[in-house]
């Protein structure tokens, strides 16, 4: 099942974020979004997850328009971990992520021996079981982050959307977090959806690309078609030089030193 995005625009009083943004995300496949600061990147998440109405347009996962389904039901299939941490002090860390079960549970109904065996499991995949009994409120901000990523996982959605996961963190946090996005991708062939300013990143773990400015697409592809001079220019207004590893094959992006920026 995929995510489709059809001519989707979004309005803040009357200013334009988003114009008319029409794209695909595939199962089992990460689709990374770039673009500078105010180019809508995150109210495109928000409107994805339905926290924010758009104006025109829709978005359909299955067939289904999810503007017509209630928070609850979104919440069985979709799952955000937004750019900061927001998670409730004095709860553990094995408590925080069973509340990501909630959105299965009927009325009054209370956690099976499967929610446990399931946030179990999450803690494992995500390599924090030696922080089950701690205090969210103690954690490192890396820490936080991924207890954050897991308690969007133990809601077991098919749509996983990340804003910016690894801000603030040391690249051994970063890889990691990233390592656990391609793996769940295409452990569990869901659809993951994240937002990125690291454009080394992007081009090293995202399937599909998709770049904003102004609210409008300016390119999309593979990595090999999006993150090259011209796209990176026209967008960020810097020249740089893509190249690529011989050995490895990853790509990289040097800034142009002696070029001219420009404010766009």
Known sequence: ??????????????????????????QGRITGIIGPNGSGKTTLLRCIANFLKHDQGAVFFDDKDIRLLKNKEIAKFLSVVPQLT?????????????????????????????DYEIVNSTLERVGISHLAKRD????????????????????????????????????NMQYMIMDLCKETSRDKQI?????????????????????????????????DEVIVEKFILDTYGVE???????????????????????IT
Do not use: W
């Open 86 to 114: 927001n998670l409730t002090t004095g709860f553990t860390v094995f408590e925080t992520i069973l509340m990501g079960r909630y959105p299965h549970l009927g009325l009054l109904q209370r956690e099976s021996k499967e």
């Open 136 to 171: 969210v409120g103690e954690l490192s901000g890396g820490e936080k982050q991924l207890v954050t990523i897991a308690l969007a996982l133990a809601q077991e959605p098919q749509i996983l959307c990340l804003d910016e996961p690894t801000l603030h963190l040391d690249i």
């Open 1 to 26: 099942m995929d995510l489709k995005v059809e001519n989707l625009s979004f309005s803040y009083d009357n200013v334009v974020v988003l114009n008319k943004v029409t794209f695909e995300a595939k």
């Open 191 to 223: 659809v993951v959806i994240v937002v990125l300013h690291d454009l080394a990143l992007a081009a090293q773990y995202c399937d599909d690309l998709l770049i904003l400015k102004n609210g409008k697409v300016k390119a999309m592809g593979s990595p």
């Open 240 to 262: 740089v030089i893509v190249g690529q590893d011989e050995i490895s094959g990853m790509k990289y992006i040097l800034p142009n030193i002696g070029s001219k920026t420009t």
